[in-house]
C-alpha cells in the first residue's frame, strides 16, 4: 500500500517538474529580455548574469537619440490599433447581430468570405494594396493601416460576436419588443449590455493582433505611419548590434499586450478559436 | 412595415459587406496583375496570361520554398501539438503549481511572432548568445545555429514553437475542462487503468478541441512571415525562403509585383486546399468524439 502511495507521489513530483521545465522555456526568454535592456553598454557582452544595471537603454530608446523616432512608433501603433478595432466593432457588430439572428441569402457568404480573410497569405492582398496606395496617397498613413487592418479585426470581431450573440435567446428581446421597445431599442438595451463582456475581451483580443502585426507597417509604412513592431526590428540594423536598445525596444513594445491578455485571460479560448471551442 | 422588416438584416450587414468589398478589390486586383508582366521596371505592363504560374511552377526556386514551407509547417504544427497537449494534461491535474504557472500560460502568446524572434536571434547568436553560454558546461558551447541551413530551420520552428505552443494548450485546456464526467466515472468503477482511461476515453472526447488548433496552427505555419523574416530572412542561402519570404523578395524586393503575386496566388491554393481536407476530417472527429461520449 505505502509503496503504490509514495510512487504516485514520486510521479506526481515528476509531473510537476516537468510542467515547471516548460515554463522555464516558456518564460527565460522574457526574463532575457529584460535582463538584457537593463545592461549597460560595455558589460553588453563581456558578462552574462552579473552586471550593473542601468536605464540608459530605455533612455536611448525613448529619447529618440539613435535617429529611430520609436515614441512616435508607439502611438502609431496606439492610434492604427484603436482605429482598426473601433472601425471594426461599428461595422461588425450589426453583422454579427444579423448573422446570428437571421437566416437569409449571403449573410453565411459573407460569414465564410470573412472567415477566409483569416487564412488568406496576406501577402495577397498587401501587394495590390502597395501599388494602389502609393497612387491614392494612402502609403504611409493612417487611413491606410486602419483599412488593411480590418484583414485582422474584422473576421476576429464578427465570428466571435456572433457566437456570443447566437448564445442569447431570442426570447429575451422578443419579451422587450413585447414591453413596446422598438427593435432597435432591443438590440441595444437588452442584446448589447448581456454580451458586454464579450465585446470587451474581442475588442481587446482584436487589438492585441492589431498591434502585434508586422507585415502589413513593413510594407506599406515607411516612416510616418510605422509602427513599433517594424521599429523594434529596426534597431538590429546598423553596423554595430545594440543588444541592450534591441531589448529594450522589444520589451516596451510588449508591455501593451501583455497587459492586455492577463486581463481577458477567462474570454481568450472563444476568442482565439474563432468561436470554434466554447469554454 | 413589412418589407422592411424583411430588409432589417440586410441593412444590418451593408456596412460589413462594403467594408469586404473593399479587401476583395485587392485582391481580385492581385489576381488579375497575375496575368500581366507587370513591375517596377515596366509600369505599362502586357498581357503574358499564364506565363508568370508556368514560371512559378518551373522554378526550382519554386519547389525549394515549397518543400521549405512544408517542412516548417508540419514541424511546427507536430511539436506545438505534442507539447501543447502535454502542457494542457499537466496543468488539468490542477497541483498548486499548475494552477500558479496556468496565469502566465499566455505570455508568449501575446508577444509579436517578429518580436519573439528578435528575441531569440539575441539568445541565439554563436559567439556572444545566452543559450551558447548556457550550453557551454555541457561541451556544446559552439553550436551555429542560425548559420546553418538546419540549424536555421530548426530555430525557426523553434521559436514558432515557443510562441504557439500555449495557443494548443489553452484550446486543449478548455477541451479537458469540459469533457463530461459520466463516462469517467463509469470507467473508475469498472477499475480501468490510467492508460486505457486516457487512450479510451480522454484522446477521443479531446482529439475534436486538439484538430481544432491544429488546423489554426498549420495553416498559420504555411504562411509564415514575420519569424523566418526577423529571424533568418529566408537564410542562410535558400535554406529558410518559405513561401511568404519569396513571394516578399520577388514583390518587394526586386520589385517584381505580378509574379510576387503569382506565388501569393499559389500559396492561397495550397491553404484553401489544406483547409477543405482537415475541416472535413474534423466533422468525422466530431462525430466520433459524440460516440464516445453518449456510451
Partial sequence: MSRTTSKKRLLGWLADAALILYFVFALFPIAWMVILSLKPANQLFSTYFSFSPTLDGYRTVLGDSEGIPFVRFFVNSLVVSLGAVALSLLVGLPAAYASARWRFKGSENLMFTLLSFRFAPELTVIIPLFVLYQKLGLFDTYVGMVWVLQLVTLPLIVWIMRSYFADLTPELEQAALLDGYTRKQAFFKVAIPLVKPGIAAVSLLAFIFAWNNFVFPLILTSNEAQTVTVGALSFLGGDRPKYNLTAAAALVSVVPPLLLALTIQRYLVRGLSFGAVKS | MGWRLALRPYVLIVPALLLTCGILYPFGLGLYYTLFDFSASKPQPDMVR?????????????????????????????????????????????????????????????????????????????????????????????????????????????????????????????????????????????????????????????????????IFRFMDSLKVFDIIYALTEGGPGDSTVVLQIRAYLEAIRFQRYSFGISYTIVLWAVVYLAAMVLVKHLGKIQRKAAEVAAK
Fill in chain 2, 50 to 214: 499564364f506565363e508568370n504560374y508556368e514560371t512559378v511552377f518551373t522554378q526550382e526556386a519554386f519547389w525549394n520554398s515549397a518543400w521549405v514551407t512544408v517542412l516548417y509547417a508540419v514541424g511546427a504544427a507536430a511539436v506545438e501539438t505534442l507539447l501543447g497537449v502535454a502542457v494542457a494534461l499537466l496543468l488539468h491535474r490542477s497541483t498548486i503549481v499548475g494552477r500558479v504557472l496556468e496565469k502566465i500560460l499566455i505570455l508568449p502568446l501575446m508577444i509579436a511572432p517578429v518580436i519573439a524572434a528578435i528575441i531569440w536571434k539575441l539568445m541565439l547568436q554563436p559567439s556572444v548568445g545566452v543559450i551558447n553560454y548556457l550550453l557551454r558546461p555541457f561541451g556544446l558551447g559552439g553550436v551555429q545555429w542560425t548559420d546553418t541551413p538546419t540549424g536555421a530551420l530548426l530555430s525557426s520552428i523553434a521559436v514558432d514553437v515557443w510562441v504557439y505552443t500555449p495557443f494548443v494548450a489553452i484550446l486543449a485546456l478548455a477541451g479537458l475542462r469540459s469533457l463530461p464526467t459520466s463516462p469517467f466515472e463509469a470507467a473508475a468503477v469498472d477499475g480501468a487503468g490510467w492508460w486505457y482511461t486516457f487512450r479510451r476515453l480522454t484522446l477521443p472526447m479531446l482529439w475534436p478541441y486538439v484538430l481544432v488548433a491544429v
